[in-house]
């Protein structure tokens, strides 16, 4: 394991029963990078996170998050080492209002409620608020401030702006852009765009399970982006 990296996957495999879905994915982020994986529909996106994660087992590989190999070590552990989820579908606690979402799970550490409301001023006078009632994108800031309260080393999302209005998104990015000033990792699965390109210090395609490119989004040949992005 590089001590320069916060996490790197090594020929990992992952499989849903018979069905194999990771065939040798390879990755790596820096500490304070913003690392973009992109892919079609069904290529292993999130499977990769779900591997990250520790809510699916790899059968092969290693995977290396903050020095540890946690292949086999159950989710609450790899998150007390410093793991934070957006996942696909924002997956609030709908039956508990924004500062119970915000505050269940907190760990001490420098991202904490005042910190968390100037990112995202909209929850301030509605904190008592039940979070089933928030707008799709709001529900999607809320996810993003419930896993920035645990102080994660890093920041996983999984479709960071899928289904979000074009206002909304922008905002999104502008907030991942602010937290990565302040030294988190951050690992987005999202859709090829130009607000994607800006902000990524590194993207990887994955195809059929494997790490088909990787590199600098700026400069992506429009060779590869038709071929494995169909776009």
Not at 55 to 80: C, D, Q, T, W
């Amino acid at each position: 394991m590089n001590p320069l990296k916060v996490l790197e996957l090594v020929d990992v495999c992952s499989s849903y029963g018979e069905s194999d879905v990771l065939r040798g994915m390879n990755l790596e982020i820096g500490r304070g990078e913003i690392v973009a994986l992109l892919g079609r529909n069904g290529m292993g996106k999130s499977t990769t996170i779900r591997s990250i994660c520790g809510m699916l087992n790899p059968h092969k590989g290693e995977i290396y998050f903050n020095g540890v190999n946690v292949i086999g070590m159950p989710s609450f552990k790899i998150a007390r080492l410093g793991l934070g989820v957006v996942p696909e579908g924002r997956r609030i606690f709908a039956n508990l209002t924004v500062m119970e979402n915000l505050t269940g799970s907190s760990r001490k550490g420098y991202w904490d409620l005042p910190r968390i409301l100037d990112l995202f001023p909209v929850f301030e006078d509605r904190l008592s608020q039940g979070s089933s009632t928030l707008s799709g994108g709001e529900q999607q800031m809320l996810s993003i401030g419930r896993a920035l309260m645990t102080n994660p080393s890093l920041l996983l999302l999984d479709e960071a702006t899928e289904g979000l209005s074009p206002t909304v998104s922008a905002k999104i990015w502008d907030v991942l852009n602010s937290i990565s000033k302040e030294g988190i990792s951050i690992l987005i699965v999202d859709k090829l765009s130009k607000s994607l390109k800006n902000l990524s210090n590194l993207g990887y395609i994955i195809e059929r399970g494997k790490t088909t490119w990787s590199g600098n989004l700026s400069t992506i040949p429009n060779s590869i982006v038709g071929k494995f992005l169909g776009i």
